[in-house]
C-alpha cells in the first residue's frame, strides 16, 4: 500500500522538476530537458504530457512554455502540499498502547 504512494511521489516529483525547469527556462526541449535533469526522453516526454494535460504549460516550435495558468499553480503549490502532509501526519498509528485499546 505505501510503496504505491511512494511510487506516485516519486512521479510528482519528477513532474514538478521537469515544471520548474520549463518555468526557469521557458522556451525549452525534451532533449534539454532530458539533459538537465537526467532523466530517459520518454519519461520526459511523459511528465510533458501530465503537464499539458493539466494546462500548466502548452508546446510551441521552440519546445515548452508555461500557460497562464501556471503563476496560479505555483502560487498555491506550497499550501496544496501542506494540506496533503497534514492529511499524511493525521494517519500515522503513534504507538502500540493506543493500538491495543482499539
Not at 535533469?37 to 519519461?43: R, V, Y
Not at 504530457?49 to 503549490?77: H, K, M, N, Q, Y
Request: hydrophobic share 40%; net charge negative.
Amino acid at each position: 500500500m505505501i510503496d504505491r504512494l511512494e511510487k506516485e511521489v516519486d512521479v510528482l516529483d519528477r513532474h514538478l522538476e521537469v515544471f520548474v525547469l520549463v518555468w526557469q527556462a521557458e522556451p525549452i526541449g525534451i532533449v534539454k530537458l532530458s539533459t538537465k535533469t537526467g532523466l530517459p526522453h520518454h519519461k520526459v516526454r511523459y511528465s510533458l504530457r501530465v503537464l499539458e494535460e493539466e494546462e500548466l504549460i502548452e508546446p510551441c516550435s521552440a519546445g515548452a512554455t508555461t500557460t497562464d495558468r501556471a503563476e496560479e499553480f505555483v502560487e498555491t503549490l506550497n499550501d496544496d502540499l501542506a494540506t496533503v502532509i497534514d492529511t499524511l501526519d493525521a494517519m500515522k498509528i503513534s504507538g502500540s498502547k493506543e493500538m491495543q485499546s482499539v
